[in-house]
């Protein structure tokens, strides 16, 4: 059996996106799978504006992919409802080394069936020009 996720993106303008991720598990976890994929979104990278969370039974890892891999944030579970945001800021920028722009998602310490995470990520679109 594996775990259940699935992605749902809630708005995919010109400017912003927001995407869904959700996971109901089986004590299978995930390890660096690909969430956003910048070739699905039309852009060349995103800044993420804010995270809305809640996780139980494991921690979540947000990565940028690159060469290697860039941590964005642990987000720990059992704390309940959370968020994050860097709105103030313009946005937490890509800073991985040869990054394509993906955002990856890794579970740690899944244990069981019922561990489940959902994130919504609000982003903001960038173009290279």
């Not at 139980?56 to 941590?71: S, Y």
């Not at 959370?82 to 740690?108: F, M, R």
Request: charged share 20%; proline share 1%; net charge negative.
């Amino acid at each position: 059996m594996a775990d259940t996720v699935s992605t749902q993106v809630l708005n995919d303008g010109e400017r912003n996106l927001v995407v869904k991720l959700t996971s109901i598990g089986d004590g299978t976890g995930e390890s660096a799978v690909t969430k956003i994929n910048m070739i699905n979104h039309d852009c060349d990278r995103v800044s993420i504006l804010e995270l809305e969370y809640e996780i139980k039974g494991q921690d979540v890892q947000l990565l940028w992919e690159g060469t290697p891999n860039k941590m964005i944030a642990v987000l720990s579970g059992d704390t309940g409802a959370n968020e994050l945001c860097w709105k103030k800021v313009g946005g937490l920028v890509n800073d991985a080394n040869n990054s394509n722009g993906n955002i990856l998602l890794t579970t740690v310490g899944a244990s069981g069936a019922g561990d489940f995470y959902t994130i919504t990520m609000h982003l903001k679109k960038k173009y290279d020009a």
